[in-house]
């Protein structure tokens, strides 16, 4: 009967890796590629903002008419 809930077997010890699982905080990055919408968000917004500044820099870059 000792046998039965000694830890490595059983029940008490699917229970104590459930425990375990749900106490370990999940990383920053993989919540960012979970979440379908903030990639939608993040893949127009960044190339936007990059092709803007982008383009400011070439209008800034052209020689002013005498």
Known sequence: MAGKHERGGGP????????DARDERIPVMQQILDNPF???FLGITVPTVFYVIWGIMEVASIPLAK
């Open 12 to 19: 008490a010890s699917a229970s104590a890796v459930a425990v």
């Open 38 to 40: 903030l990639l939608l």
